[in-house]
């Protein structure tokens, strides 16, 4: 399986850790909502930004939360980003004061798409790679472009060999 990697290195997150770093991406956005530094609500790019937008929501005490469908990968392969669910419209208006979350950025299609849809909402993700940062205002661990990123989600635990094995 692995020679099947098109990148070279892996960064494999557990569940504790994509809980602390979405922790420490919601205390870092704080305040920083317009005008009063609320923000209105949280809108999670599914299905990867889910888990760190509850993680956020809960941090923030914000309760209106909606999604956006994308896709955009069939596994590691890169496709056509589209919408497949729009949030709803009321509550987005030109994106002033929504938190958009999500897991990662990458070349930054996803969030290119959904800011020409909401120009003026604030976008975070957990993690981002050097192509995707233009397009990200606030995130919190940089890793290199040829590095996949493994969540716990995509993930199981797993029997390994002991170092000194039987040959
Ligand atoms: O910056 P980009 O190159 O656009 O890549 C980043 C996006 O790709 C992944 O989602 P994916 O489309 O695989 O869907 P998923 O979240 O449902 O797994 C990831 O969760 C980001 O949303
Ligand atoms: O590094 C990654 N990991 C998981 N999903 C992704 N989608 C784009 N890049 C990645
Ligand atoms: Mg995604």
Redesign the pocket.
Known sequence: MTDRLPHEKGFHISWDQIHRDSRALAWRLDGHGPDDGAWRAVVA?????MAPAMIVARELDIRTVDTIS????NNQE?TE?RVLKAPDATIMGDGTGILVV???????????LVRKLYPRAHFA?VYA?P??RP?VDTFITEVSQDTWIFFPWDMALQYVEPYRGKD
């Open positions: 790019i599914t299905r990867g930004g994308i896709k955009s990968y890169r980003a999500d897991d990662l950025v990458d070349s930054g299609k996803t969030l290119e993700t790679k192509q995707g397009q």
